[in-house]
């Protein structure tokens, strides 16, 4: 299957500073990748597509200022937590389609775990 | 735009013992369903999904059932395991957006 791969796998900083995530896909091209948002004990909750090439769409509520996402290449998504607070600790997962035309089956990296102190 | 509820958000069973998970989802033109199992920090597993052409499928232990009238669809766990112990999430997509909207999770606890 598809390997989706991101990194870090946890990061801890202050509050106040930025932090980016990387998520790649490893052996496939991926022109859409899925950033997710996951708290203790919660679902995955969907914060934005990105589109490479062009901008991410965010999902409702979540602040593009905050949460800036670049997809500058086929394989590489990175999600940027700007000005990083205490709230946005949490686990940080991506994901992307597999090349299977149309499965509808998303491949998942491993996550990336924030705690802002 | 795409709701899905999950139920029960606990499920404790004695080993060997059938676990259902079920969920409903709102939107009409959902038609891909897929079961995931996440363990405790790890990423979600998929273990099973379903499309919307097909009323069940089944994976050895596993099987999931979809309702599309009733907009339902549900996880069977059969013989249950300890090592199936774990939080499934249920999800549902549409079309070839691959955006998946998760349910909010059942935490599956399977006695020894």
């Known amino acids: 299957g598809a390997v989706v791969s991101q990194h870090p796998s946890w990061v801890i900083c202050k509050s106040g500073t930025s932090v980016k995530i990387e998520c790649r896909s490893l052996d496939f091209q991926a022109t859409t990748m899925f950033w997710y948002r996951q708290f203790p004990k919660q679902s995955l909750m969907l914060m934005a597509t990105s589109n490479e090439g062009s901008k991410a769409t965010y999902e409702q509520g979540v602040e593009k200022d905050k949460f800036l996402i670049n997809h500058a290449s086929l394989t590489l998504s990175t999600l940027t937590v700007t000005s990083a607070h205490p709230e946005d600790s949490s686990f940080y997962i991506c994901?992307?389609?597999?090349?299977?035309?149309?499965?509808?089956?998303?491949?998942f990296g491993e996550g990336s775990r924030l705690t802002v102190l | 735009g795409e709701n899905v509820e999950q139920h029960p958000s606990t499920l404790s069973v004695q080993e060997g013992d059938s676990a259902v998970i079920k969920c409903t989802y709102s939107d009409s033109a959902s038609n891909y369903f897929p079961w995931y199992k996440q363990e405790l920090g790890k990423r979600p597993q998929l273990i099973i999904d379903?499309?919307?052409?097909?009323g069940e499928k089944k994976d050895q232990r596993i099987a999931v059932t979809l309702n599309k009238t009733a907009k339902h669809f549900s996880l069977h766990i059969t013989e249950t395991q300890p090592e199936d112990s774990a939080v499934y999430f249920c999800a549902a997509s549409k079309g070839s957006s691959y955006k998946l909207i998760f349910g909010s999770g059942t935490r599956l606890l399977v006695r020894p």
């Open positions: 994901s992307a389609p597999g090349q299977a035309a149309n499965t509808g089956e998303l491949f």
């Open positions: 379903i499309r919307s052409n097909v």
